[in-house]
Structure formats: C-alpha cells, structure tokens
C-alpha cells in the first residue's frame, strides 16, 4: 500500500489594496517614463556542489514531420525603444490579444495596437500611469516583470507589475 504524501502547512496571502483603473484612454500620457537611476544587480547563486554529469535523458534522437501551421498573419513593431527609459535587458516583453486589440507591456511602458491592421490605438505610456491615484508603492516605484492578461468572461485586461522599494518587496 503507497503511503500518503505529506505537505507542508498552507499559506493563504491577502492583498493590502485593490483597485480599478479608469479607461486607459482616459489616463493622461506620462511618456517617455522617468529615468531611475542604474544599480548592480543581484550576484547569482552559488551552484550546489552535489551535482553530478550525466546523460540527458530526454535529447531528442530523430526528426519528426514538420506540423502544418500558418504563417504569421500580421506583423508589426511593438512598444518603441528606445523610449521605455529601462535600459533593461531583457526587457520583460510580455502581451496577449483581446477582443481586437493587442496590449503589449514592457518594464516601464505599455501600448495598445489594433488587431486587425497591427496600428497603435494607445500609447505608448508608461506603467505607472496605470497605477495613478492608486497611492503607495505601486503608483511611485514599479519595478518590473510586468503581466498582461485578457479576462474573457469580464472583457478587460489585467496587468500586473512588481512593486517596492527594496528586498522583500511590497507587491
């Protein structure tokens, strides 16, 4: 008989603050974002020395037949640089289509393109103008890694940034 696995306790987290933006059309153009100042970044992690050589065990030993996909249908330039004041490299590109727009979001600046003719309806601007009004950390001190997602069922677009002012962060 298998014995039943054991997991450590669960964590529930609570956000502090939650809010809705106004139409991003509505929100004044804060572009190009400002310029933060540059600092070192984290030094990588030691590797551990238990590793050890060995085989891969998934290389792929033969070529199978090419799928048949479409090509690409539209293709166009996505939020400028340089512009973005990031200087971030990589610079965290992230985007997803909704009902006939396209939101492409970077570090600091986000845009809004038409679907059908790849033409920007919005934009650029930057992050933080999303977050105008909101208060605290996340209006004055984005830091990244930012996610845009479409909700279907609710017709609008959630995006996500990293906030705070140092290690751990406040988001």
Same mark, same amino acid.
């Given at each position: *008989?298998?014995?039943?696995?054991?997991?450590? &306790?669960?964590?529930?987290? $609570? =956000?502090?603050? /939650? !809010?809705?933006?106004?139409?991003?059309? !509505?929100?004044?153009?804060?572009?190009?974002?400002?310029?933060? &100042?540059?600092?070192? #970044?984290? @030094? /990588?992690?030691?590797?551990?020395? /238990? $590793?050890? !050589? #060995?085989?891969?065990?998934?290389?792929? =030993?033969?070529?199978? #037949?090419?799928?048949?996909? *479409?090509?690409?249908?539209?293709?166009?330039?996505?939020? @400028?640089?340089?512009?973005?004041? %990031?200087? %971030?490299?990589?610079?965290?590109?992230?985007?997803?289509?909704?009902?006939?727009?396209?939101?492409?979001?970077?570090?600091?600046?986000?845009?809004?393109? !038409?679907?059908?003719?790849?033409?920007?309806?919005?934009?650029?601007?930057?992050?933080? =103008?999303?977050?105008?009004?909101?208060?605290?950390? %996340?209006?004055? =001190?984005?830091?990244?890694?930012?996610?845009?997602?479409?909700?279907?069922?609710?017709?609008?677009?959630?995006?996500?940034?990293?906030?705070?002012?140092?290690? &751990? $962060?406040?988001?």
């Amino acid at each position: *008989m298998a014995q039943a696995k054991t997991f450590g &306790p669960v964590i529930v987290g $609570h =956000s502090l603050k /939650n !809010d809705v933006s106004p139409a991003l059309r !509505d929100i004044p153009v804060q572009w190009p974002p400002p310029v933060r &100042p540059e600092h070192e #970044a984290n @030094p /990588n992690p030691k590797i551990p020395i /238990n $590793h050890r !050589d #060995a085989p891969d065990t998934v290389v792929q =030993s033969s070529q199978v #037949a090419v799928p048949a996909i *479409m090509g690409t249908i539209l293709n166009f330039n996505g939020v @400028p640089y340089p512009g973005v004041n %990031c200087s %971030c490299a990589p610079p965290d590109t992230n985007g997803e289509p909704g009902t006939t727009q396209y939101v492409q979001i970077v570090n600091t600046g986000y845009q809004v393109f !038409d679907k059908a003719t790849g033409n920007s309806v919005l934009g650029p601007n930057s992050i933080e =103008s999303i977050w105008t009004g909101f208060g605290g950390v %996340c209006e004055l =001190s984005g830091l990244g890694d930012p996610t845009v997602s479409f909700d279907q069922i609710a017709n609008r677009w959630v995006i996500t940034e990293f906030a705070g002012v140092g290690i &751990p $962060h406040t988001e």
